[in-house]
């Protein structure tokens, strides 16, 4: 069992700024996973935002995030972030990071959140 803790959400004003991060509690295999952050809404389906690879030398972030998300991870401190910047209304949610190996190392894994087995709690992004 891999367990996974997102911080870092809160409240913003539009166009404002947060930085949420994902660690794994006492977990050695943080570099053999491919990781992701998803969302969703009150009302909504989840929905894929960013992924990257186990090394990170490839990252992915939805089309209509790009330039405005980006998704970073540093194996040193086994953690995942993600960079949000020109906040908008339409983008509060609770943000969830999630965890896999290789199946979940696809960009076509944003749009299949079964891919991975392993998620966080949650971190609520409201922005106003």
């Known amino acids: 069992h891999v367990q996974l803790v997102e911080s870092g959400g809160g409240s913003v004003q539009t166009g404002g700024s947060l930085r949420p991060s994902c660690v794994a509690d006492?977990?050695?295999?943080?570099?053999?996973?491919?990781m992701a952050w998803f969302r969703q809404a009150p009302g909504n389906e989840r929905e894929g935002v960013a992924g990257i690879t186990m090394d990170g030398a490839t990252s992915y972030v939805v089309d209509n995030l790009k330039g405005r998300f980006t998704i970073s991870r540093d194996n040193a401190k086994s953690a995942l972030y993600l960079i949000l910047n020109s906040l908008k209304p339409d983008d509060t949610a609770m943000y969830y990071c999630?965890?896999?190996?290789?199946?979940?190392?696809?960009?076509?894994?944003?749009?299949?959140?079964?891919?991975?087995?392993?998620w966080g709690q949650g971190t609520q992004v409201t922005v106003s």
């Open positions: 999630a965890a896999d190996s290789w199946k979940a190392c696809y960009q076509d894994s944003l749009s299949n959140p079964r891919a991975f087995d392993y």
């Open positions: 006492g977990q050695q295999i943080w570099g053999h996973l491919c």
